[in-house]
């Protein structure tokens, strides 16, 4: 049964190249995905278990080489929760001069921004932390808005949004490890042998579960460190239960948009959500 499940799991086929993939920035997890890589006409969502920098990092160096690969566009940055640091994105590869911050006052503006960045066809990626819930409704919108327009939207969302129905082609879930203090060293002549291990025990220790893939298996795992100049060093590879979660979609969604009437009503819910 459990092999039934996962194949079930997986029934849905990997994507049809319909443009050249770019990397998340990890070779291990590149190799997780069927293209090698993240499509640029799709979603990808990195789910957070707390709040922590850990997944916005994680997808702002995939934004990183999606700049790298398409030079002279801009990243478009959706800030709903007011707290996006520039430095750190500069610091993580992202040129400051190529960086487009929008800082929307509510859920539906956040919403609309984004579809818009997406469907224009003119940024190289959107990057966009979502704290609030978001509808079925809207994420179909968008995805269909990176599908119009080829470009790939990185979204961070918070672990509310872990298990349910998502329209995004790959879902990370992303969680930290307790550091492990590094210890002192006293006798010298061990010191250089023990460096490069103290020096690792000085970042943060984060764990990576590949939750939704279309045509690949889920359940893999990773546990990694982002550690100087950017770079993501992978520590260790396990391949977790692959029946946990399946590819679902809302059913019940209708192929094209809501009523004006409606969505904006649905939009109302939402801010009245944000606000409280």
């Not at 979603?43 to 030079?71: C, F, K, V, Y």
Request: hydrophobic residues 40%; aromatic residues 4%.
């Amino acid at each position: 049964m459990k092999s039934l499940r996962a194949k079930v799991g997986c029934i849905s086929t990997a994507r049809q190249s319909g443009g050249r993939g770019f990397s998340t920035g990890c070779e291990a997890m590149d190799q997780w995905l069927p293209t090698g890589g993240l499509h640029p006409s799709t979603l990808t969502e990195w789910i957070a278990a707390h709040d922590s920098a850990a997944a916005g990092s994680l997808a702002m160096a995939a934004a990183a080489n999606r700049l790298r690969q398409i030079p002279g566009r801009p990243l478009v940055i959706v800030d709903c929760s007011g707290t996006f640091y520039p430095p750190a994105a500069v610091s993580m590869g992202v040129p400051h001069q190529r960086m487009i911050l929008l800082r929307p006052r509510s859920g539906a503006d956040a919403i609309w921004a984004i579809d818009q960045s997406l469907r224009s066809g003119a940024a190289a990626a959107v990057w966009a932390s979502l704290p609030m819930q978001v509808d079925d409704r809207d994420a179909r919108r968008l995805q269909l808005a990176a599908e119009s327009g080829r470009t790939p939207g990185l979204l961070v969302r918070g672990f509310a949004a872990r298990g349910k129905p998502s329209f995004a082609e790959v879902q990370f879930y992303v969680s930290q490890q307790r550091r492990e203090p590094a210890r002192s060293v006293t006798n010298r002549s061990h010191e250089s042998a023990r460096s490069m291990t103290n020096r690792s025990r000085d970042f943060e220790v984060i764990s990576v579960t590949l939750d939704r893939v279309r045509g690949g298996a889920v359940g893999k795992q990773l546990a990694l460190q982002i550690i100087d100049a950017a770079t993501i060093r992978p520590l260790s590879t396990t391949i977790g239960p692959q029946t946990k979660r399946h590819e679902t979609a809302a059913e019940h969604l209708a192929s094209q948009l809501a009523h004006p009437a409606i969505a904006k009503r649905v939009a109302a819910r939402r801010d009245s959500r944000t606000a409280s």
